[in-house]
């Protein structure tokens, strides 16, 4: 089975500073690979999707991730984060040959962004 | 398209009442998923339906839970004989069906959060 290790529960950051939210899966097989965010009394909206492909993956809200094979990685980038990126962020995995049944999701990291 | 709906956003209940919930998806997709979130955890999957069908069951579903999609459509979470330890979010999401590749993003609803006093 796979599993989601986010190496950051909190990630304190100053507006319009770059920040990377940290992510690394286990799995025996191929997977697929999804950053969600989730805003206070709101369910989560998916951020991006590593499928196939190029392993630079762009998302909405100027995110982007990118996927590592060899270090079983798919950490979350953004250049210049404001202050409405404030969220808890989630790092989410299924196998390839699973059809998205069973997805895994990490234990999530707050980013706070400050003035 | 008004997205997967949950109702209700919020419930407290006593010990040993049972609860129910429900989640409308999105009108086009033909899966649909519930999941459990604690608070500090992310997303814990429960069970999965493919129309009617209910394919896949997690060991986090116990006999107190029950899911149903009677017609395919909207969905139900029932907990019979709750405990403290049920409050939680619960999540609902859908997605397309298997061999297209849109079913691989699910679109969560809002959330249902249990409290069980």
């Known amino acids: 089975a796979q599993s989601v290790t986010q190496l950051d529960s909190q990630v304190p950051v100053f507006e319009e500073a770059p920040v990377e939210l940290r992510c690394n899966y286990s799995?025996?097989?191929?997977?697929?690979l999804f950053w969600y965010v989730q805003y206070p009394n709101q369910g989560l909206q998916l951020l991006l999707k590593?499928?196939?492909?190029?392993?630079l993956v762009k998302g909405i809200n100027g995110f982007e991730a990118e996927f590592n094979k060899s270090q079983t990685s798919f950490h979350l980038r953004k250049p210049s984060v404001h202050i409405s990126d404030t969220a808890e962020y989630f790092c989410?995995?299924?196998?390839?040959?699973?059809?998205?049944?069973?997805?895994?999701f990490g234990a999530g990291t707050r980013l706070t962004v400050k003035p | 398209d008004t997205g997967v709906s949950q109702d209700p956003r919020h419930k407290i209940t006593k010990r040993g009442q049972n609860v129910t919930f429900r989640c409308d998806p999105i009108s086009e997709h033909n899966r649909l998923y519930w999941y459990r979130q604690t608070l500090g955890q992310g997303p814990e999957f429960l069970t999965y339906?493919?129309?009617?069908?209910?394919?896949?069951k997690s060991r986090l579903l116990s006999d107190r839970f029950s899911a149903e999609r009677p017609k395919g459509s909207f969905s139900t979470l029932e907990i019979q004989r709750t405990e403290q330890g049920d409050s939680a979010m619960y999540l609902c999401?859908?997605?397309?069906?298997?061999?297209?590749?849109?079913?691989?993003?699910?679109?969560f609803g809002p959330g249902t959060r249990l409290t069980v006093t």
């Open positions: 989410a995995v299924s196998d390839q040959g699973n059809n998205n049944n069973d997805m895994r």
């Open positions: 999401a859908s997605s397309h069906g298997p061999k297209t590749l849109p079913s691989y993003e699910q679109y």
């Open positions: 799995s025996s097989v191929s997977v697929y």
């Open positions: 590593y499928l196939s492909g190029s392993t």
């Open positions: 339906f493919q129309n009617e069908a209910q394919l896949e």
